[in-house]
């Protein structure tokens, strides 16, 4: 009995030099990964691309944990396939956790090309969007289900730059190799994300399809693409 105190008070000298917590004790949700996002309710921004695409997006409310905190968006597609945005409607859920940001989505536009109501625009669903550590050269796989096969993404942080002075972007680049219906049968997904405003810039290669051109395709020529326009916190 005397031995087990004894080691347990050990123990718990070396939890105080070191710093070191009990799992229990453990850090909430990360703050960094947090400040992505705007931090009021009802701040919207609108995305203009490829083609007349659009869509505009809400943060409809915020919800925090000691573990996580909640960013729930609500958004409708805008573009020349229909007026009736009422049928164009998705949701975005993201999630920050202690590393990591997921987005999960559910599409209810009645004219996805997704196919599956569990993606917007990439292929990848519940994707993990950003871990830490927010820095160039951070990298992390993700294993993803697209027509019924199984897949890798890998998705590294590519640029970090700083703007507006206090304000950080981070671009992200996801590639998934092996990819039947793809150019070069390769995916490529290129993300935006700024500090304070969320994604603000969106690229990604579309499926292949029959192109008209005198000329050798490049992956350029499957690219699909949108930047948000306003933004209103």
Same mark, same amino acid.
């Given at each position: 009995?005397?031995?087990?105190?004894?080691?347990? *008070?050990? +123990?718990?000298?070396?939890?105080?030099?070191?710093?070191?917590?009990?799992?229990?004790?453990?850090?909430?949700?990360?703050?960094?990964?947090?400040? $992505?996002?705007?931090?009021?309710?009802?701040?919207?921004?609108? %995305?203009?691309?490829?083609?007349?695409?659009?869509?505009?997006?809400?943060?409809?409310?915020?919800?925090?944990?000691?573990?996580?905190?909640? +960013?729930?968006?609500?958004?409708? *597609?805008?573009?020349?396939?229909?007026?009736?945005?009422? !049928?164009?409607?998705?949701?975005?859920?993201?999630?920050?956790?202690?590393?990591?940001?997921?987005?999960?989505?559910?599409?209810?536009?009645?004219?996805?090309?997704?196919?599956?109501?569990? &993606?917007?625009?990439? $292929? $990848?669903?519940?994707? *993990?969007?950003?871990?830490?550590?927010?820095?160039?050269?951070?990298?992390?796989?993700?294993?993803?289900?697209?027509?019924?096969?199984? %897949?890798?993404?890998?998705?590294?942080?590519?640029?970090?730059?700083?703007?507006?002075?206090?304000?950080?972007? %981070?671009?992200? $680049?996801?590639?998934?190799?092996?990819?039947?219906?793809?150019?070069? !049968?390769?995916?490529?997904?290129?993300?935006?994300?700024?500090?304070? &405003?969320?994604?603000?810039?969106?690229?990604?290669?579309?499926?292949?399809?029959?192109?008209?051109?005198? &000329?050798?395709?490049? !992956?350029?020529?499957?690219? +699909?693409?949108?930047?948000?326009?306003?933004?209103?916190?």
């Amino acid at each position: 009995m005397k031995k087990t105190l004894q080691l347990t *008070i050990v +123990f718990m000298g070396i939890l105080l030099i070191t710093g070191c917590s009990l799992p229990l004790l453990e850090k909430g949700y990360s703050k960094e990964l947090a400040s $992505i996002f705007p931090d009021k309710e009802g701040a919207t921004a609108t %995305y203009f691309g490829l083609a007349e695409y659009g869509h505009k997006v809400t943060l409809t409310s915020i919800d925090k944990t000691l573990s996580k905190a909640t +960013f729930n968006v609500d958004g409708y *597609i805008d573009d020349a396939r229909g007026e009736d945005v009422s !049928k164009r409607k998705f949701e975005v859920v993201y999630t920050v956790d202690k590393n990591s940001i997921t987005e999960v989505v559910v599409n209810n536009d009645e004219f996805r090309t997704t196919g599956k109501n569990d &993606r917007l625009n990439s $292929i $990848i669903p519940a994707k *993990i969007i950003l871990k830490l550590p927010l820095k160039v050269g951070t990298t992390w796989e993700q294993e993803f289900t697209y027509k019924n096969k199984q %897949y890798t993404s890998v998705t590294e942080i590519s640029k970090v730059t700083t703007v507006n002075k206090s304000s950080k972007q %981070y671009v992200t $680049i996801t590639t998934v190799k092996n990819i039947e219906g793809f150019f070069n !049968k390769e995916y490529y997904e290129e993300r935006t994300y700024e500090t304070g &405003r969320g994604l603000v810039t969106f690229s990604n290669t579309m499926e292949k399809f029959t192109i008209d051109i005198d &000329r050798e395709l490049t !992956k350029e020529d499957f690219m +699909f693409g949108y930047t948000q326009g306003t933004f209103i916190k």
